[in-house]
Structures are given as structure tokens and as C-alpha cells.
């Protein structure tokens, strides 16, 4: 077993006071493989912007347990090389047991999240507080999820949406104590979020219930699963070169910014990332007909990915610059 601590972590409470306080989000960007840690560490320490870098199980097999944990050091260091002066959090995303999370917290992530939404609401509330019991001996954070967020995204699936009810947030905070809260407002996982036709016909997020979650929890960190805006550029690029995807919208950043105005305090970002990846690559591939250097089509696409980043923490979540405060 080792602390978060111990590789350099935070948790994330001081970065929520923060973010609540000034009203923007933290990013929680998702990563799977080196050069995605590379592109999230290099953005948001050039934009100077506090990161959750979020692991999910599915990610955990693949990556290996022991790597995860020295890749997520080798994050830390890295920024130190870099002189970037930022705090970041190592989270598992979406674990599905008291086990899971408890072999996270031993590994030394920092955050970790249940998402026991698709259960009855009191097995939920039963094993969130489990949860929380066991990380808050050890100072680490706890996400929990209350309402069911639809979409496809690795091993988390849902058909059906079913909206947070406002009126059992106080209730299952005050019993779990858990630090954070995952809603459902209408954002989607995956990179089919809405059934449309067009960018336009995109319904609003339900902030009407975002409104009445913060009214009633006052000032406690909420969080947004799904938060990827699906960037149109890159879904071209992919059909362009060879591949087919279709009727892929994310939620527009112009709704993502102004929940942020609501009091969520974090969002999480994954699609983007792979469908950035996705396009960089096939571009690569195809503008390069000769070219068979690993380190050159996925350093091609980790630079776009830094830009990315860099763009959302200025414009959309408000978290660049804000290391300084934390």
C-alpha cells in the first residue's frame, strides 16, 4: 500500500473550495496510454490550470495496475521537470466496487468514484458511505453518482436517462459524506451523446434541476460525466481518411461554460480525447504514406490534443490560470 502523498498527489477538496469559490470547473481528463498523460500534463501546465487525470477500470486492465501507479508518478515529475507549478489528482472514473476503489486508494490514486447509480438508491447510498469510510481514513476524495447518465463509453452503459431528483441529494449526501456529486442533466457518455440529425437540434441541459441541486446542496462540489463537446473538426477529419462516423454531437461548450455559472466544480472530458487521437492519426497516416515511427503519429496527435486542452481550460472551463489559488 501507498499514499497519494507519498507520489505527489492531491486530493481534490482544496480544488473544489477553489473552483466553487471562483466559479469554474477542473478538468477531469481521461487517458489511456502515454502520449494522452503527456498531452494532459504539457496543457494544463501551459495553461496553468488544475487537473484530475481520471483512470477508469477499463483503462486500469489495460494500462496494468503497477504502471498506472508510475505513470501517474512519472506525471507528477514530469510537471516538476517542467517547472509547472499545478496541482494534480489521480482518480479511478466510474468504479463499480468497494473493492475496486479500495485497491485504488492502496495503489495511491488520490480520488476515487463509485458510480452506484444503476442501483437501488439505498445499496448505493450503502456502499458510496463503504467507500467513503475507508478513503476519508486515508485523506483521499470521493465522487459518488446519483441519476443514471445514458450512453456508451468503455465498460459504463445505460439506454435510458433518468434525471437527478433534487430531492434526494441532501439525502444522500448528508449519508454517505461523500465529497463530490455526479449528476444527470442530460450530458451523455460516448461519442453519441444525442439522437439528432444536426449540430442544431442538440436540447438544452437541464438546468432548471442543476439549479435546484445547488439550492439545496449550497456549496458542495457537483460534477458533470459526459462533458466532451464531440469537436466537429475531428469527426470530418475521421470520415475524410477513411473512417465513418456519423451523427456524433457532443454537448456545446457554450452550455458547458455556463454550468459553470451553476456552481459544477468538475468535468469530465474522455470522448474528445479519442476522437482527437482518432482523426490526428488517420490524417497522419495518409499525409505520410512512408512513415512507420510510432513516436511520430502519436506525437503529431499529442500535440493537438495539448492545443485542445489548452483551448478548453481558457475558454470553456474557466481553469486556466487558476493553479495559483490552490
Known amino acids: 500500500m501507498?499514499?497519494?502523498?507519498?507520489?505527489?498527489f492531491s486530493n481534490t477538496k482544496r480544488m473544489f473550495e477553489v473552483a466553487l469559490e471562483r466559479k469554474f470547473a477542473i478538468p477531469g481528463y481521461n487517458a489511456s496510454n502515454l502520449e494522452q498523460l503527456q498531452g494532459i500534463i504539457i496543457g494544463c501546465g501551459e495553461s496553468d490550470s488544475p487537473v484530475i487525470v481520471q483512470i477508469t477500470q477499463t483503462s486500469l486492465k489495460y494500462i496494468n495496475k503497477s504502471m498506472v501507479r508510475y505513470m501517474g508518478k512519472g506525471c507528477?515529475?514530469?510537471a516538476n521537470d517542467l517547472r509547472y507549478n499545478i496541482p494534480i489528482a489521480l482518480h479511478l472514473d466510474h468504479g463499480d466496487s468497494f473493492e475496486?476503489?479500495?485497491?485504488?486508494?492502496?495503489?495511491?490514486?488520490?480520488?476515487?468514484?463509485?458510480?452506484?447509480?444503476?442501483?437501488?438508491?439505498?445499496?448505493?447510498?450503502?456502499?458510496?458511505?463503504?467507500?467513503?469510510i475507508y478513503a476519508h481514513e486515508r485523506e483521499v476524495s470521493v465522487e459518488a453518482e446519483l441519476g443514471v447518465i445514458a450512453g456508451i463509453e468503455e465498460h459504463v452503459k445505460a439506454?435510458?436517462?433518468?434525471?437527478?431528483?433534487?430531492?434526494?441529494?441532501?439525502?444522500?449526501?448528508?449519508?454517505?459524506?461523500?465529497?463530490?456529486?455526479?449528476?444527470?442533466?442530460?450530458t451523455s457518455h460516448g461519442a453519441y451523446k444525442f439522437k439528432v440529425e444536426k449540430e442544431e437540434d442538440i436540447p438544452e441541459l437541464r438546468f432548471d434541476v442543476l439549479e435546484e441541486v445547488r439550492k439545496r446542496l449550497g456549496k458542495f462540489p457537483i460534477v458533470l460525466h459526459g462533458s466532451s463537446s464531440i469537436p466537429q473538426k475531428y469527426v470530418n477529419l475521421i470520415n475524410e481518411y477513411g473512417g465513418k462516423v456519423s451523427k456524433a454531437f457532443g454537448i456545446p461548450e457554450t452550455q458547458l461554460k455556463k454550468a459553470t455559472q451553476y456552481g459544477v466544480c468538475k468535468m469530465n472530458i474522455a470522448t474528445d480525447s479519442r476522437i482527437l487521437?482518432?482523426?490526428?492519426?488517420?490524417?497522419?497516416?495518409?499525409?505520410?504514406?512512408?512513415?512507420?515511427?510510432?513516436?511520430?503519429?502519436?506525437?503529431?496527435?499529442?500535440?493537438?490534443?495539448?492545443?485542445?486542452?489548452?483551448?478548453?481550460?481558457?475558454?470553456?472551463?474557466?481553469?486556466?490560470g487558476q493553479a495559483g489559488y490552490i
Open 277 to 320: 487521437f482518432t482523426a490526428m492519426i488517420r490524417k497522419y497516416f495518409q499525409e505520410n504514406i512512408d512513415q512507420f515511427d510510432p513516436r511520430k503519429y502519436l506525437g503529431s496527435a499529442r500535440q493537438e490534443l495539448i492545443e485542445m486542452i489548452k483551448k478548453k481550460n481558457k475558454e470553456v472551463l474557466g481553469s486556466a
Open 159 to 186: 439506454s435510458d436517462h433518468y434525471y437527478t431528483d433534487p430531492e434526494q441529494v441532501e439525502d444522500f449526501v448528508n449519508r454517505t459524506s461523500c465529497d463530490s456529486l455526479a449528476i444527470a442533466i442530460g
Open 2 to 8: 501507498v499514499s497519494y502523498k507519498e507520489l505527489g
Open 100 to 132: 475496486l476503489c479500495k485497491s485504488c486508494i492502496d495503489l495511491g490514486f488520490s480520488s476515487v468514484m463509485f458510480d452506484g447509480s444503476h442501483l437501488e438508491y439505498e445499496e448505493n447510498i450503502n456502499i458510496t458511505k463503504k467507500i467513503v
Open 76 to 78: 507528477v515529475e514530469m
